[in-house]
């Protein structure tokens, strides 16, 4: 198909880019841009790893066309750590373990932070529930939902 | 003792910035300039002959570089084992026939993923369909179609037998006369999968040296490089396998692929980089999975609980492949004998061949079903004996210095400890049995208890794991290891053990991991011996390290060796304040005075030293593994009597791990595994119809999910130590304790309900079904 001339702002930077309009976003921001960060485990919506967050919230970058994310901001894993300085959640995933093989880690820890923009002092269930479509096969959640804990008290 | 500053502590891994900034680069997430993608195509039949193959079609295709068939390969075969006994059977690409849905027949380069899906659409393949069989006891009759010949030394009229073991003692007949009770039960195993995240991938790029560059997703370099090298008829030099961060393996990532040979043929063919990345309907339609295996279980105990005599039958569907079934076959021989005395046992394991998917270990490899049954059965005769499940397992437990009838000595064995605190830190006997007093009630709780035990790494290639460290000019340190980290925090214990050897911080290391061209060979991490074989050879490399480091800062500072000691990248005499030289004065002073000598200490390791192979998959004979890790576990249920659904609430392990070198990481591990263990006890399973693979997707095979959290608490007891200089004993953590946690929910379950499912998953049906059978009145 012929590509379409499209601009997105991603972690705070403009892009303008020559996509073919049945290009997923998350094919745009893995090949066109090379943020990696985000990634597929099923190309279908089931597992959370292709997480990104538009206007804050998250969304399956793998269901969305790049194109529809046009005028939004975008915001991937690589987007977090402001000035070399690691976000809080990102700070909590290294010290509580919730990181194994780190394949689900960057949409988990997005999603996790749009729980926290939303609702800054969710309670367990809240943040369980808020993480279901987000699947991780090394930890059993266990250090993924003390860490969002932590991150949510402030802790460091 | 020195008190330890590293080994021991709850350091955060190393590779945690990377991965929770998105800068961790996966084999998927891999790119070369000038690269092609890859498509394989399969066979849509379970067993067939292939007539003809015609790619005209597909390489006249625009953006089509290569198409390669089975007659572009060498037509050599490969196989997860590949032992005189059990031969390679597997061809990297079909030849002349197929043998399940999902067989590589095809395979296109070309210039993206999707032409090359088009393409695939342009190869006409004529195939013959032949009688397929599905089902190990339908294709072990004589009349069954012929997979492939049944192995030449059964001497059983059994087809498509791809393998057996055979293996006991004493005398079981009699020990059944002289049993008090004797019980005969039956229980299935489902076909379950790994269900990793980052899917098959590999990115293959042959270059104008002739060398061949690889990067898999993988449990391990040296492996992935000798079958490579093999099946393409290269020297093993002249390829190398390249570290790529992993995204979960479980088991499922070990031998060669079909999608590895063929995007490194491809890659040979037309001179580029070739990469190809299964889709995840791929990776359930035709991946391995793991071992469906169905367990006959017969056992004699005395009236107060003591076993006497265990007859074992185990069969294994393996599907078209041996793949690993003729391990588990042998393995499962391992998983009964090792956590209870038995004075008399024979066991007979089959493997047997189906026109099904291959199969391939999955974390535990047979322990969780073997398990499930042995820990079944002992909570029934216990029951019927009138004894409490934690007395009959104390009765039976294996003990400190038992040795096992392979000749192993279990050495350190914390069993009995196990079970003792799992039991009294979950107020097991005050829980279990009180189903009378639940009657009417709509939820109920029940406690069950599982024990288990694992090898702690074995022999198989490359049998051996080595390691380098070497001082940089600044002090630093930078470790050279094989080892791959699949998520399992390889890297981070190898640093504590470099950084307490060396009195260097965890971020003074640099580690080089994982490349067959420039870092040591290692056994790789599938074997369940990666902290202690890898472990000890990296302890070894930064022990020889400080040694020259000492030996150089003795003469500088007019001391003994022995009287130094180093911490901060300073090596300082005992007890005498200031007289110290840093690390970095310590490299100039042995560069200029020791011939240019930089430090670089080198270590290597091998478990069962004086073994030469690992033992008989055939007989069980010979020595399996140094070192055995044991558990209890305690799992708590509440069942809903109305709907049959179960819900894990509490799972407790208390395990001998040996020591932990990082208990967070120990944690992790076990929470992996309780949570892997619910959704292999309560739902997952793999659905085929005739060898058509059902379940294909997230949706149709679910995993637990954040909101099936349990809530999972941990007991270390501790047998093992570790001390500065000499090899230490550790033992596994990362694949026992799924199957004593899949016991102890179906004990749990049977504590609620009084139904004992003794065929996994435990579904809702199975227990409502049970309820009815049993007269239960619905409520």
Redesign the interface.
Known sequence: MKKQLIELRVNGESFELAVEPQKTLLEVVREDLGLTGAKEACGTGECGACTVLIDGKPILSCLTLAIEAQGKEITTIEGLAKAGELHPLQKAFIRYGAIQCGYCTSGMILNAKSILDENPKPSRDEILKGLEGNLCRCTGYNKILEAVMAASTGED | MEELSYVGK?V??K????????????T??MVLPGMLWGKILRSPYPHAKILRIDASRAERLPGVKAVITGKDTLGIKHGFVETPRYPPDQYPLAMDRVRYIGEEVAAVAAIDEYVAEEALNLIQVDYEELPAVFDPEEAMKPEAPEIHPSHPKVKEPYKNIGGKTESGWGNVEKGFDESYLVREDRFEGQLRT??????QATLASFDLSGKLNVWTSSQGPFIKRAKLATTLGLPFSNVRVLKA??????GGKIDLFSHEFCASLLSIKVQRPVKIVC??EEVFESARHGQPIFVELKTGVKKDGTLVAQQIRVVNNSGAYRGSGVVVIFLCWGFVMLCYRIPNLKYKGYSIYTNNPVRAPQRGHGAPNLRFAVESQMDTMAEELGIDPVEIRLKNARQKGDILPNEDSVRNCGLVECIERAAEATRFKEIYGKRKSQEGQRIRRGIGMGVSSYFSGSLIYPNTSAAIVKLNDDGTVSLLTGALD????AETILCQIVAEELGVSMDDIRVVAADTETTPVDIGAWISGGAYVSGNAVKMAASDARRQLFEVAAQELEANPEDLIAKNREISVKGIPGRSISFTQAVASSISKRRGNPIIGQGHFRTMKDMPAHPSLATTKGRWSDNYAFDAQVAEVDVDMETGQVKLVKATTAHDCGFPINP??V??QI??????AQGHALWEEVLMKEGKTLTT???DYK????????E?HYIDVITERYEKDTPYRTKEVGEGYVSGMVAAIANAVYDATGVRVKTFPILPEKILMGLKEKGDKPR
């Open positions: 709850s955060p891994r590779d945690g910035v990377e991965k929770a900034t998105g800068r961790a680069l996966y998927v997430d790994h269900c990793y995240m980052e899917p961060y992993v995204g979960g393996a479980y889709t995840r699949i998520g399992q925090g967070l990481l944690e992790g929470d992996g595994q309780v949570s892997m997707s997230f949706l995993i637990p999910c954040a909101k099936d959290l349990v999972s």
